[in-house]
């Protein structure tokens, strides 16, 4: 079966950290590129990050950068996303998508996703 | 960063009815589209990229259209399924989404 689950959320308080994984099965997944979206509750669609297949190009939200760390085991069929520093604005429902080949395209295939709830 | 304007924020409407979303970016970006439905509680599904292309399985009755800097979303024949929330996305640089449009029963 083509998916993608991801795993590693849960309550966490302000100022720590947590690591989202992702598993894709049913595709070749070093073949495309992967992202991140997340969705706050009861709000829009937020693009977080995204790398290449081949890990050599990445990029991030303006929200997120020099806090998360996108990165991809392709051996593992796995894609990651380390957060640091978290505060309230990154509670959220996170989605892992598959995308295109390059870092750009868009996104064909969802994760179910995984809540992530900063709080004190 | 390329920012996306949908309108309306919210839309009523009927079975049968014809719908159209309207989707703005803040500069151009060619036909570097999708369109995405979103049930509640439910992953985003693509309906449609490069702005008029239809995603595999997708029904006929939507329709993009647009280039540059505005695109248009159309259901013709507004079924029950599709009563939903729908986000443009731009992949021209990484991506971004607009904020949604809510269709909802009238």
């Known amino acids: 079966e083509v998916q993608l689950v991801e795993s590693g959320g849960g309550w966490v308080q302000p100022g720590r950290s947590l690591r989202l994984s992702c598993v894709g099965s049913?595709?070749?997944?070093?073949?495309?590129?992967m992202h991140w979206v997340r969705q706050a509750p009861g709000k829009g669609l937020e693009w977080v990050s995204g790398?290449?297949?081949?890990?050599?190009?990445?990029g991030y939200a303006d929200s997120v950068k020099g806090r998360f760390t996108i990165s991809r085991d392709n051996a593992k069929n796995s894609l990651y996303l380390q957060m640091n520093s978290l505060g309230g604005e990154d509670t959220a429902f996170y989605y892992c998508?598959?995308?295109?080949?390059?870092?750009?395209?868009?996104?064909?295939?969802w994760g179910q996703g995984t809540m992530v709830t900063v709080s004190s | 960063d390329i920012q996306m304007t949908q309108s309306p924020s919210t839309l009523s409407a009927s079975v049968g009815d014809r719908v159209t979303i309207t989707c703005r970016a803040s500069?151009?970006?060619?036909?570097?589209l999708a369109w995405y439905q979103q049930r509640p509680g439910k992953a985003p599904k693509l309906l449609i990229f490069k702005a008029s292309s239809l995603q595999s399985g997708v029904p006929s009755r939507f329709t993009g259209s647009g280039s540059g800097t505005e695109f248009t979303l159309t259901i013709t024949s507004l079924q029950p399924d599709d009563f939903a929330t729908y986000y443009c996305q731009q992949y021209t640089h990484y991506a971004s989404f607009g904020q949604g449009t809510k269709v909802e029963i009238k």
């Open positions: 790398i290449s297949w081949n890990s050599n190009r990445i």
């Open positions: 998508a598959k995308g295109d080949l390059l870092v750009t395209g868009p996104f064909d295939m």
């Open positions: 049913g595709f070749t997944f070093d073949d495309y590129a």
């Open positions: 500069q151009s970006i060619s036909s570097w």
